[in-house]
Nanobody
Framework: QVQLVESGGGLVQAGGSLRLSCAAS????????WGWFRQAPGKEREFVAA????????YYADSVKGRFTISRDNAKNTVYLQMNSLKPEDTAVYYC?????????????????WGQGTQVTVSS
């Protein structure tokens, strides 16, 4: 059974940093693209970042560009999201996903496997 498990969320003050992790089990995803999404209360889920299978290409939402960094460790079957200079508007549940269709699929919100989410709360 495939599972994606996020961790690293929490409460942080504005300007602070958090590092999210998403570890996969049950299947190796070294040949697939990974992505991060978030959903704030009352809002639709939105794309945050994606990384290609090779790790050579990364994509970010304009709202997080320059502040967030996505990376992956294929040996650990894990993807990370380093979040710096956090703002109250970054408050959301963050989800990781894997897409067979690669980064183009992720950038349109399509994922084949999803984690359960981790809460990130940024206080002002």
């Amino acid at each position: 059974q495939v599972q994606l498990v996020e961790s690293g969320g929490g409460l942080v003050q504005a300007g602070g940093s958090l590092r999210l992790s998403c570890a996969a089990s049950g299947r190796t995803f070294s040949s697939y693209a990974w992505g991060w999404f978030r959903q704030a209360p009352g809002k639709e889920r939105e794309f945050v970042a994606a990384i290609s299978a090779s790790g050579g290409s990364t994509y970010y939402a304009d709202s997080v560009k320059g502040r967030f960094t996505i990376s992956r460790d294929n040996a650990k079957n894990t993807v990370y999201l380093q979040m710096n200079s956090l703002k109250p508007e970054d408050t959301a549940v963050y989800y990781c996903a894997v897409a067979i269709g690669g980064t183009p699929a992720l950038r349109t919100g399509v994922g084949n496997y999803w984690g359960q989410g981790t809460q990130v709360t940024v206080s002002s």
